[in-house]
């Protein structure tokens, strides 16, 4: 099989379905490959910014996966699962799945070979039509960022284009982590005095699913990604981190629910795995927490089951042995989404918990104390979610995760609570059990963001999580990463060699991202 130069094809792919998300061939030539299917020259698709609009479609796409398939392959089977938000109740996934630490390399492979691919190809095609300058050029820029960041959290090290003379050459994730500050610094540099000469800048409104081309809400956002990836760093970079998450916060981040990032995408993708496909339920880790905390957010989240049980929301355990899918469907409980529900990828309430985190830290000018903001976070949440007033829940010392019971005790069985962690903000707490609280908060409130999720149960073994139902090859409850597509070992073999030369460890499951602690 030739190999496939990521950075170097980008030219030669089609675009005509670039709407419907699909990249079907390669040909030469970025003027002629590159129309949307009418056959109208550059000129005509120059007017109303359509030209470079097709193609911020496309990086939205990637960026926010909403279309069926791409949700089920990005997240719904990668970060839903190991963030502990759903499971499999499909019983053809049970023997082969993330979860259980040895997915097979069609769903290894997907989001490198077709996610990324798509990413380049058209922030690539932005490039060429902007020469790297002006406001839709900072958009792909802060679109890239979102994507790579989603991309090197699944892998670790990419091949993001550093090497001007080898596309396939991986770079570490320290630097790809580096190269994506340095992206959304020059896009807010870019964006930051076309907002302040005019705070209703828009761009290309009808095609934007996002913040319908509303510049200012996008600089809030890369403004926010940069305090995302401040807290991501913080204990390998802790002198960046800070200078990074202070500036971010100073320069303005989502605040308000009116800013969430959230993508319109009809059908919602959720609604398809879960809901119509059938093939995800509730997690028995979220639902356990939500349920032993009177949480009022659990029936937001999740549907009741089919059949009653002995409570009306029902998670099932992560990597169970689930025997036939009509019986666990029925047991479990459902996504609770509609078809049009927004996909919800960055909230107010994500940033007040860094920002708690970074009150924690010692960082300056958080906007309020590690108690202030976390109880901001919380309240943030039940807004977001309809589930009233938040003032009873955040004074409750008391309750604790509860312990599980499986409805099926041959599917995953029962376990015991592995968390004692209370909701109430303690002063007097250790600065670790006041990570374990806000984390666990900040986890509840990312939901339904698997990604994000996964996440912060690596970066901070928060919140504990039910062991696995099923044994695996590793000692792991959580993976630490997934590995590279196999085929790069054999059609990319030496630029495979360095790659794993720069995780540090094995290729597999269990070898840590850069920013563990």
Not at 327 to 344: E, L, R
Not at 387 to 393: E, F, K, N, Q, V
């Amino acid at each position: 099989m030739k190999k496939i130069n990521i950075y170097k094809a980008v030219t030669a792919c089609t675009f005509a379905s670039v709407l419907l998300c699909s990249m079907s061939s390669c040909t030469d030539g970025f003027q002629e490959a590159n129309r949307p299917g009418t056959g109208a020259s550059l000129e005509d698709l120059s007017r109303d910014n359509y030209q470079t609009s097709s193609f911020l479609v496309q990086m939205e796409n990637e960026a926010f996966p909403e279309q069926e398939n791409a949700y089920q392959m990005n997240e719904d089977l990668i970060g839903n699962y190991l963030g502990r938000y759903m499971t499999y109740a499909n019983n053809g996934f049970s023997e082969k799945n993330f979860a259980r630490l040895n997915a097979p390399n069609g769903w290894v492979r997907y989001p490198f070979k077709d996610s990324m691919t798509k990413t380049v190809s058209a922030f690539k095609a932005i490039d060429n039509v902007t020469k790297g300058e002006g406001p839709v050029y900072a958009w792909a820029l802060i679109l890239r960022a979102q994507s790579f960041m989603r991309l090197t959290d699944m892998y670790g090290p990419l091949p993001i284009g550093a090497d001007a003379t080898d596309g396939n050459a991986y770079s570490s994730q320290e630097d790809v982590y580096k190269s994506l500050i340095a992206d959304l610094n020059k896009a807010t540099d870019i964006i930051k005095p076309l907002v302040a000469a005019n705070e209703n800048m828009t761009i290309a409104d009808g095609h934007d699913k996002v913040y319908q081309g509303k510049m200012a809400k996008w600089l809030k956002y890369a403004n926010s990604l940069k305090l995302r990836i401040a807290i991501r760093i913080r204990y390998v970079e802790p002198t960046l981190a800070k200078q990074l998450g202070e500036q971010a916060v100073q320069d303005g981040v989502i605040t308000s629910n009116e800013d969430n990032c959230a993508i319109a995408y009809t059908p919602n993708g959720q609604y398809k795995t879960s809901v119509e496909w059938g093939d995800s339920r509730a997690c028995a880790d979220l639902e356990s927490y939500l349920t032993g905390y009177n949480d009022p957010r659990l029936t937001k989240f999740f549907k009741p089951t089919e059949e009653a049980g002995n409570r009306a929301i029902i998670g099932c355990r992560a990597a169970a042995k689930i025997g036939n899918k009509t019986t666990a469907g029925k047991a479990y409980s459902a996504a609770n989404i509609k078809i049009d529900s927004k996909g919800v990828w960055l909230t107010a309430s994500e940033m007040a918990f860094c920002r708690a985190e970074g009150a924690l830290a010692g960082w300056s000018n958080m906007g309020g104390t590690a108690k202030s903001l976390y109880e901001e976070g919380v309240k943030l949440s039940f807004e977001q979610w309809g589930a009233g007033d938040a003032t009873t829940y955040l004074a409750d010392n008391t309750s604790t995760e509860a312990n599980y019971v499986d409805p099926i005790s041959d599917y995953g069985g029962n376990v015991n609570a592995v968390s004692n962690i209370t909701i109430k903000w303690d002063d007097s707490a250790s600065d670790e059990k006041k990570m374990e609280r806000l984390i666990t908060q900040k986890w509840i409130a990312m939901f339904p963001n698997g990604q994000e999720g996964w996440s912060e149960i690596r970066r901070t073994g928060y919140p504990k999580v039910f062991p696995l139902a099923q044994s695996t090859d590793y000692s792991i409850q959580v993976a630490n990463r997934i590995p590279f597509d196999i085929d790069e070992a054999t059609n990319n073999k030496a630029n495979y060699i360095k790659a794993v030369q720069l995780l540090k460890g094995n290729d597999d499951y269990a070898t840590k991202m850069w920013w563990q602690r």
